[in-house]
């Protein structure tokens, strides 16, 4: 007889890091549930994340998860025993006008509430904590102690240990098909048979609209999503990067949020990750369908589009200049990173 689970609580489709999250907590809650992956765990966006886990946010709902999850990550490796690549390196927000570092004060003294130690800093102690910044045009910074970053498949992976310790069945390879509803339960249906439960999750990353779509004869919505390709890059090894390091430990993580990217040390590296103004979607219109399945694969290198944050970027840090691209990613992501109708440093009216 199949030993393939017929009914649980709880069905969650996708085993990204959001799935596997949900059923870590669904199951240390005490709840039955069973994960459904399509390819390997991680095969969605989560695979080639960047893995910058911020703690600031200026909604406390945000920053209140956000502070948790930095909690978690601590002691998740030991907690599970999957020991994990997590920096804690801290990071430097940067304010390009009083506003902005009035909005940093705001948050600072949000974090304070929830027991973080999110600090102001003035623009004459940036070069002590990041001595290769260039500071004149800047009015102030926030300093974020808990600010770093982690392996994002590592973390999938433990998340995905921890609930199955706590009992979560796990079915990787096995796509969820449709779903359908008898006797007040729903009905997941894959190829391996049938799964009944209380509730289902829809965790199924760029493919949540897709999901979605199943669960509209039952008064189900549209998700509000578009699939957005958002890429990052690593530079070569930079050898005053390599001697400084060696001496004084890793660099902070840098979030300049007026021109709009982070820039982190990469090993003794940098990793360039502008979050676009005039982001580019895919698989939106009939000439460029959205495939199948496109687990572990990337969109082709598309770096022209980034000349203005990586010129940006080099006149903040120079030292980015001096190392040659080595890598770069660009790869699907469903999150919103645009604000529509404003404008960038640029100028330009943002689409
Ligand atoms: C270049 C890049 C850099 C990024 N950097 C960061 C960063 O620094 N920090 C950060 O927080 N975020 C970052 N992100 C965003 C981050 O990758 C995503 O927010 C995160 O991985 C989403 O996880 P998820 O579990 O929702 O989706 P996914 O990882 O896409 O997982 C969804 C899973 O569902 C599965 N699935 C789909 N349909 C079905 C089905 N019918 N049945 C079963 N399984 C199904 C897929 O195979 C997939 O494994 C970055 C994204 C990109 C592209």
Not at 59 to 65: F, K, L, P, T
Not at 86 to 92: D, L, M, P, Q
Not at 240 to 267: F, H, I, M, T
């Amino acid at each position: 007889m199949s030993d393939f689970p017929t009914s649980t609580r709880v069905v969650i489709i996708g085993g990204g890091a959001v799935g596997a999250s949900c059923a870590y907590h669904i199951a240390k809650a005490g709840w039955d549930v069973v994960l459904l992956e399509k390819n390997e765990l991680t095969a969605g966006s989560t695979w080639h994340a960047a893995g910058n886990c911020p703690s600031f946010s200026t909604s406390w709902a945000v920053m209140n998860m956000q502070r948790y999850s930095l909690e978690l990550y601590r002691t998740l490796a030991d907690e599970v025993d999957y020991p994990m690549n997590y920096h804690v390196t801290g990071s430097i927000r940067l304010g390009h006008s009083k506003e902005r570092v009035m909005e940093f004060e705001r948050a600072r003294a949000m974090g304070r509430y929830q027991g973080m130690d999110l600090e102001m800093m003035q623009v004459s102690d940036l070069k002590d904590k990041y001595p290769f910044i260039e500071t004149h045009d800047l009015s102030g910074a926030l300093y974020d102690p808990d600010d770093g970053d982690i392996d994002p498949a590592q973390l999938t992976q433990a998340l995905a240990k921890g609930a199955r310790m706590a009992g979560a069945r796990i079915e990787r390879f096995c796509p969820a098909t449709g779903v359908s509803r008898a006797n007040g339960e729903w009905i997941v249906h894959t190829d391996k048979g049938d799964i009944r439960c209380e509730k289902v999750v829809n965790a199924a990353g760029y493919y949540a609209q897709r999901v979605g779509e199943w669960f509209k004869p039952f008064g189900g919505r549209t998700v509000p999503m578009t699939v957005m390709s958002h890429q990052y890059f690593l530079t070569e090894e930079i050898p005053e990067l390599k001697a400084w390091s060696e001496e004084n430990g890793k660099l902070p993580l840098l979030r300049d949020v007026d021109s709009s990217y982070y820039l982190r040390q990469e090993k003794f590296g940098l990793n360039l990750g502008p979050y676009e103004r005039n982001c580019k979607a895919h698989w939106v219109t009939p000439d460029d369908p959205m495939p199948e399945d496109f687990s572990f694969q990337l969109y082709p290198d598309d770096l022209d589009r980034l000349e203005w944050y990586i010129e940006d970027a080099m006149a903040r840090v120079p030292l980015l200049g001096t190392g040659g691209v080595g890598r770069n990613i660009n790869g699907p992501s469903h999150p919103r990173y645009t604000i529509p109708g404003g404008r960038d440093r640029r100028g330009k009216a943002e689409s």
